[in-house]
């Protein structure tokens, strides 16, 4: 655990795979639910670009996982002119940064393909606020 002053309280970090995420990914990839899910993950810039996330100008993709390694990987894709995109390239400025651990919005779209839309970076740390809640 990793405690990080935040004004009156403290910011805590903890890996994944305590249970705060809905589903694990396998189950969300499978379910292919429209509805955006709220997720805690690790993410990592990717080069990987397929199905209808193939335009490398229109999307920037990025590789999607939990701290269990036995789970699933996937690809997400954040739309470059997007808040989402420019939150985690902001992150990413530091060039040491290899991954982030932050709290995401996706969507899994239909179809059989192993990705996700990237749509909002909750947080750019593991930890909601008191007064927020997970959707």
């Given at each position: 655990?990793?405690?990080r002053p935040n004004g009156k309280g403290f910011?805590?970090?903890w890996e994944a795979s305590v249970g705060y995420n809905p589903a694990s990914i396998?189950?969300?990839?499978a379910e292919r639910s429209l509805e955006p899910t709220t997720m805690r993950v690790l993410v990592i810039p990717a080069t990987y670009y397929?199905?209808?996330f193939s335009d490398r100008k229109q999307f920037?993709?990025?590789?999607?996982?939990v701290e269990d390694n036995t789970e699933q990987r996937c690809y997400a894709f954040a739309h470059r002119q997007s808040p989402a995109f420019r939150d985690l390239a902001k992150l990413f400025a530091?060039?040491?940064l290899r991954s982030v651990k932050v709290t995401v919005t996706l969507r899994f779209p239909p179809g059989e393909d192993p990705v996700a839309e990237l749509l909002t970076v909750v947080k750019p740390h593991w930890a909601l606020d008191p007064e927020e809640s997970p959707r």
């Open positions: 655990v990793i405690l910011l805590i970090d396998s189950a969300l990839l397929n199905y209808q920037q993709s990025f590789a999607i996982k530091n060039r040491d």
